[in-house]
């Protein structure tokens, strides 16, 4: 498994303050070869999806704990949309019930990945998509 020469995106949308999991996924995907951008805490969908289109990334990983993600998530598929980004993978990590799973893969999400979860499961997940 390497993502050597994949350009990720790892943002944190919303007011959601809490970005340590989001700094560990983005230093896994560093160990696996990934280049990887981080925005930082509390960033509308819009600036998101500008960073993603003018940074030419892969894919974007979006770390949501504040139980918005339905909100987020479409809102920054919408914004990928309008700035022909639509085609690049949406990943989603946070607290995520398994009731709303399906409603974000629908809108979608390659990836949906909780705190569960191993961390080589979700960075094997994230390659076997960009592969």
């Known amino acids: 498994m390497s993502l050597m020469g994949k350009r990720i995106l790892i943002a944190k949308p919303g007011l959601d303050g ?5 700094k560990v ?4 995907l560093r ?3 990934a280049e990887v951008i981080y925005t930082g805490l509390r960033k509308a969908p819009d600036f998101i ?15 949501i704990l504040s139980g918005s993600h339905l909100e987020l998530v479409a809102e920054t598929v ?3 949309q309008a700035l022909d980004g639509g085609a690049i993978p949406l990943f989603v990590g946070g607290t995520i ?4 799973q ?10 949906v990945f909780t705190a569960d979860m ?14």
């Open 18 to 22: 809490h970005d340590v999991g989001a």
């Open 25 to 28: 996924i983005a230093l896994a």
């Open 31 to 33: 160990d696996a070869g």
């Open 49 to 63: 999806a500008n960073v993603a289109v003018e940074e030419d990334v892969d894919a974007v990983g979006l770390s």
């Open 78 to 80: 919408r914004q990928l």
């Open 97 to 100: 019930p398994a009731d709303d």
């Open 102 to 111: 399906a409603a974000l893969k629908d809108a979608g999400v390659k990836g």
């Open 118 to 131: 191993k961390i080589e499961e979700v960075v094997a997940a994230i390659d076997a998509v960009l592969a």
